[in-house]
């Protein structure tokens, strides 16, 4: 479904925007998608890939797009971690917590998502000390108005050989988990889990040390005049923008997930209860699964208006794909129809996409049957 | 008589402000049938949702099996093992198969592997008459069908006491006799059986006791023919005429 509407949307943008072209052809006006091969001419202050002034309009939109992805992945990621565990909590039958995961709830989701990225950029990132007082965390790690700085390991030639132990730990981890699960079921009882991972971790990574050494350098930054040499910085914008994007959208996805567990009937919790299923083990394998079929489609328009609402990073340079896109390379080459139509299609590619990956996901998770 | 299996004294529950339960005493000896019927809101489901602590009492003791509901979770792990439920609604799980709704609680609790837990479930689904359904899902099936999975489903942990609650009363009139003619096998296995119900012809068929409850009392108890024939109490009465007449 997702698929087609992706199809029907490009088909009518490349008409559109063929239209629009001839016709300002016709004009002798300037368009067309030349200047994504023309020099940039501008820096960011933070890319993934190699990017310099010298590259091209093209490189910007890629580094947007990443810069955009990074946040809204990581948003998306914490956002329901928290919000997940602030819906359980919701419903503890500790007051306590529960009047916490409330009042988090009612302030977060009420006060505009705009105004909270100010609040974390310029009340508390932008307000800390400069560097010279900076605070720092075992004097390895320094935050100050300029971002936050973390110690970073260097990685020299050899070290694709941790990363191949890493990929071989993840398999591993994967592997171990289902001969878990098989050996709960064939043999009744748990089998160790967590040793034989420690033990293929080691494994791994000795293998990639006799291979290729230590290719590693911790550089941890150090202040040099002004600002810190050495390290991993992340920008403040970025900071401001994760921290705000993950705890408004948390508020959301906490009652989402409360309404979910809350429609599950109550009846389920006690004939798992009234079978001796542990309190856990019934919410785990009895409620969640019947509470996510609830959850799911309101938790995918959340990931969603999060993707959206990073372009709120334009309020403070942020530079996703709006703001160097939309924003600086606009102002450069003016042409507007084609970088709005090229940002509005990437919106809304991803979207597409995250539908219909958790479109995916929901089927599967569906009932057969139409009784309760 | 041999020690009873379960043991209730002086027991006493409220729900706020509502005194619930009052001053309910009752044994139950190893075996017994016991029928519990009374009019809706007398607190016949929260008496026997008492016994597995679905409902906790605040007042008195209740002892299953000699081990007392005190709120030890140990006590009650013991006691959840050995006391199965049926509900009113079923409460099969919809996302998991007849066979899989069946070796949940054997796998998760009684640490049975899956293939001595299968081998189990389908025992039991034969004897509920329902071998064929065992892939199927609680949805594509009948009321009847969902109730005699809910009764398997119990029987999978071999349960010494079961307690039934108006297990034929959310059942179409046509489906509530295949239901009612497992519970009959059941007894005459010689389960222990606490059943709320006001299927009388059952009551007069294997119940040992029947107990009428008004207002949170026990107002009267006796063996189903002395029970139906010759009611002692107004209350009673009254009941009976009602329900026997339709
Ligand atoms: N969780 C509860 N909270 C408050 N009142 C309840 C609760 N459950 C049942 N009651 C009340 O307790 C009384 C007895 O209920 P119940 O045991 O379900 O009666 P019965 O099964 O005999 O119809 C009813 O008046 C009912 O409204
Ligand atoms: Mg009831």
């Given at each position: ?79 329901t971690l928290?919000g997940f565990s602030l819906g359980v909590a919701r419903l503890s039958r ?80 994967f592997?171990?988990r289902r001969?878990t699960l098989k050996a709960k079921l064939?043999?009744g009882h748990s089998?160790?889990f967590w ?61 989402i997930v409360r309404?979910g567990i809350n429609s599950v009937n109550k009846g389920q919790r006690e004939a798992a209860a009234a079978l001796g299923l542990p309190e856990r083990v019934a919410l785990r394998l009895v409620v969640l699964p019947q509470a996510l079929r609830v959850i799911i489609?309101?938790l ?61 996901y929901?089927?599967r998770m569906?009932f ?5 | ?72 979770s140990?006590?009650?792990e013991?006691?959840r ?10 409460n099969l799980f919809p996302h998991m198969s007849?066979?899989e709704n069946?070796t949940l609680a054997p796998i998760w609790v009684k640490q049975?592997?899956k293939?001595?837990a ?35 489903r ?93």
């Amino acid at each position: 479904m997702q698929v087609l509407v992706l199809a029907a949307v490009l088909g009518a943008m490349v008409w559109l925007v063929g239209n629009v072209q001839s016709n300002l052809e016709r004009q002798n006006i300037n368009s067309g998608f030349g200047f994504l091969s023309e020099r940039a001419g501008f820096g960011i202050n933070q890319t993934l890939i190699a990017y310099t002034e010298d590259d091209s309009f093209g490189r910007v939109v890629v580094v947007g797009l990443l810069n955009t992805l990074l946040v809204s992945g990581l948003g998306i990621f914490f956002a329901t971690l928290l919000g997940f565990s602030l819906g359980v909590a919701r419903l503890s039958r500790n007051w306590l917590i529960s009047k916490i995961a409330m009042v988090y709830i009612e302030i977060f989701r009420n006060v505009p998502l705009l105004l909270q990225i100010m609040f974390w950029y310029f009340g508390v990132l932008r307000n800390l000390p400069s560097p010279r007082q900076a605070l720092s965390v075992g004097d390895a790690m320094f935050m100050s108005n300029r971002g936050i700085v973390l110690p970073w390991l260097e990685a020299g030639a050899g070290a694709m050989w941790y990363g191949v132990a890493l990929l071989g730990l993840a398999a591993g981890f994967f592997w171990l988990r289902r001969r878990t699960l098989k050996a709960k079921l064939t043999t009744g009882h748990s089998t160790r889990f967590w040793r034989p991972l420690l033990v293929l971790a080691l494994a791994l990574f000795g293998a990639a040390a006799l291979m290729a050494g230590v290719p590693f350098a911790l550089d941890v930054p150090q202040l040099k005049g002004f600002n810190f040499r050495g390290g991993l910085t992340v920008i403040p914008e970025f900071v401001a923008l994760l921290l705000a994007l993950s705890l408004y959208t948390a508020a959301f996805i906490a009652e989402i997930v409360r309404a979910g567990i809350n429609s599950v009937n109550k009846g389920q919790r006690e004939a798992a209860a009234a079978l001796g299923l542990p309190e856990r083990v019934a919410l785990r394998l009895v409620v969640l699964p019947q509470a996510l079929r609830v959850i799911i489609p309101p938790l995918t328009s959340q990931y969603l208006n999060l993707t959206k609402n990073s372009s709120l990073a334009v309020a403070i340079a942020y530079p996703d794909i709006v703001s160097v896109l939309a924003g600086t390379t606009l102002s450069q080459v003016g042409q507007a129809l084609e970088i709005i139509f090229v940002t509005m299609m990437i919106y809304l590619s991803l979207s597409l996409l995250t539908s219909w990956a958790m479109n995916r996901y929901n089927q599967r998770m569906a009932f057969v049957g139409n009784n309760t | 008589m041999t020690d009873p299996v379960i043991r209730i004294s002086d027991m006493n529950k409220w729900f706020g402000t509502f005194h619930v339960l009052r001053d309910i005493n009752l044994q139950v000896a190893a075996g017994e049938k016991i029928v519990i019927c009374g009019p809706s809101g007398s607190g016949k489901s929260t008496l026997i949702r008492c016994l597995n602590r679905l409902e906790q009492h605040q007042e008195g003791i209740i002892e299953v099996e000699g081990v007392s509901l005190d709120g030890s979770s140990k006590n009650l792990e013991s006691i959840r093992s050995n006391v199965g439920m049926v509900f009113q609604q079923f409460n099969l799980f919809p996302h998991m198969s007849v066979l899989e709704n069946c070796t949940l609680a054997p796998i998760w609790v009684k640490q049975k592997t899956k293939q001595e837990a299968e081998a189990l479930a389908r025992q039991f689904l034969e004897r509920v008459r329902i071998p064929d359904q065992a892939d199927k899902y609680p949805g594509q099936l009948s009321g009847g069908q969902q109730q005699r999975v809910a009764i398997a489903r119990a029987l999978c942990m071999n349960p010494d006491i079961m307690l039934f609650d108006e297990p034929t009363s959310a059942l179409d009139p046509e489906m509530i006799k295949e239901v009612l003619d497992v519970m009959v096998e059941l007894a005459e296995d010689g389960m222990t059986m606490l059943c709320v119900t006001h299927e009388m012809g059952f009551a007069r068929q294997v119940a040992d006791r029947v107990i009428f409850m008004d207002e949170g009392e026990i107002v009267e108890e006796n063996e189903p023919e002395a029970f139906f024939s010759n009611p002692q109490n107004e209350r009673t009465k009254m009941f009976l005429s009602q329900v026997l007449s339709h």
